[in-house]
């Protein structure tokens, strides 16, 4: 901090050369690496004060000006997503974004590479999947030193991840893994396993949540090394979601409270949110649904703010969902139809089809029988073709309360429609699997994926419950004996 402190006296008198501009952008990258933004910010006293105010290049050579762009810019994102700041991600793509202009001009391939990860952390922040995925596969292809390729290949998971694309999340992790060894820095290593223990949370089960534990402890271990407070939090706050899906509540609102108080120190705002987020998703798994919905309130009311429209479409579903359990259904939907919405209009559509899924299994008891088909049909619509087991089990939930509700709210069509409750959950049944058939051109195994099954189990409904649609499937390759015979 001294350094710091010398910046200041420096500027204060106005003699502020290129080197020293240089040096403070050095600083105030190590303090941001380090999670210190307010720090970071702090060090570039003299040549930028506040996100929306562009800093201070006058007089600069080009890759000077290049250089303090990039550091406000990625700086003006961190700082705008933890206090959730209306319009800091545009701010930053736009210093960001001129940057690499710059970079380029220049010939510096290896701070292009370092600019287009911070890039994509912007775009992903808003949502906005396949320009980030794009920036970072440029990032990592670019890059020549093997700090910028970890940190090009390990941020990137959070785009496959929250595009549902966990196995593509972990070919980059294990991309990433050789370079370890060659990177010493701690807080890549704590980041490394930190997304790796996300991915494997999101893939589920008993044994990937074990496993997701053990590479949540390694981070932590690797974060105290670095003194990286904010991502300890984080690291935190997963775990509590981890004993959530492990139906330990109670050790998850200790570790969401370890979590909350700290980035409530650091004035984190946005990080905050995240915590009160799963903290009311804990309060849900208790019935405590009134805890739930001020928890979770609390969390849209601020990242209503900051334009991070994943996380604010992800707290309306839980604030949908605390609400039904109120019985304030019309609110509730009111809450899903935002969050489908909003995540839409990002791009988010894995968020948006989910968002429809739990309007469908929360609500049912409440929608009409046309409002459950069209919300079935616009999940349907956002979706991609492959989705993860638990997608594919919310999806055939749902399938079974649309052919319920059809029994309930009109027998007499149902039966002129062939209807008994068995035959028409099999003939929704039918129809996904010929989708999932259609999508993978007959590759059962590819289907199965989608469909959240094995291929034994594919093949087994196919041959036993939908023979019809044994044509739309490759044709079993057939396997010839080995004229070599073994002695």
């Known amino acids: 901090m001294s350094t710091i402190n010398t910046f200041l006296k420096t500027t204060e008198t106005g003699l502020v050369s290129a080197g020293s501009v240089r040096r403070q952008c050095e600083v105030a990258r190590g303090l941001e690496r380090a999670g210190e ?10 040549l930028w004060s506040t996100i929306g ?17 990039l550091r406000v810019g990625a700086l003006a994102g961190w700082l705008g997503s933890a206090r959730q700041v209306t319009g800091a991600q545009e701010f930053a793509k736009d210093l960001i974004g001129e940057s690499i202009r710059l970079f380029q001009a220049v010939g510096y391939s290896e701070k292009v590479a370092e600019a287009q990860t911070d890039l994509a952390i912007c775009y992903w922040r808003e949502g906005a999947f396949d320009e980030g995925r794009v920036l970072f596969r440029e990032a990592a292809q670019g890059a020549a030193s093997a700090d910028n390729q970890l940190r090009a290949l390990v941020n990137s998971t959070i785009v496959e991840i929250s595009s549902g694309r966990y196995h593509e999340a972990m070919f980059l992790l294990d991309q990433a893994t050789p370079l370890l060894s060659l990177v010493s820095d ?89 915590v009160n987020e799963t903290r009311a998703r804990v309060f849900i798994s208790q019935k405590q649904f009134a805890q739930a919905e001020r928890a979770v309130t609390a969390a849209v009311s601020t990242l209503e703010l900051g334009g991070e429209q994943s996380l604010l479409s992800e707290a309306l579903i839980t604030q949908g969902t605390a609400m039904a359990g109120l019985g304030k259904y019309s609110a509730a939907k009111v809450a899903f139809d935002r969050a489908a919405e909003v995540a839409e ?41 492959r989705v993860d087991s638990e997608t594919a089990a919310r999806l055939r939930s749902c399938m079974r309360i649309i052919a319920e509700t059809s029994e309930k709210e009109s027998a007499s069509t149902a039966e002129s429609e062939g209807g008994t409750l068995e035959e028409k959950v099999l003939n929704l049944e039918a129809s996904l699997i010929k989708q999932a058939l259609d999508r993978e051109h007959g590759s059962i195994t590819r289907a199965a994926h989608a469909l959240g099954l094995t291929h034994q189990g594919l093949a087994y409904i196919l041959n036993n419950r939908h023979k019809a649609l044994l044509p739309s499937r490759n044709p079993a390759r057939r396997r010839f004996k080995s004229i070599i015979k073994n002695h």
């Open 53 to 69: 105010e562009r800093p201070d290049t006058s007089g600069l050579a080009v890759d000077d000006k290049a250089e303090l762009l």
């Open 345 to 385: 209009t990002a791009g988010d559509t894995l968020s948006a089809g989910n968002a429809r899924l739990t309007q469908i299994q929360t609500l049912q008891s409440y929608l009409t029988r046309n409002q459950i088909n069209d919300a079935f049909r616009e999940a349907d619509r956002c979706l991609p073709a």
């Open 186 to 274: 701690e807080g890549s290593h704590g980041r490394f396993h930190m997304q790796k223990a996300l991915v494997l949370k999101r893939l589920g089960g008993t044994e990937n949540l074990d496993r997701a534990l053990i590479e949540d402890t390694a981070a932590s271990f690797h974060f105290e090394k670095a003194g990286h407070k904010r991502y300890l939090a984080r690291v935190e706050n997963n775990i509590g979601f981890i004993l959530l899906q492990l139906n330990r509540s109670a050790g998850a609102l200790g570790h969401l409270e370890r979590a909350r108080s700290i980035f409530l120190n650091l004035k984190d705002s946005g990080s905050v949110a995240q």
């Open 37 to 46: 933004y307010e720090a970071a910010r702090d060090s570039l006293a003299g």
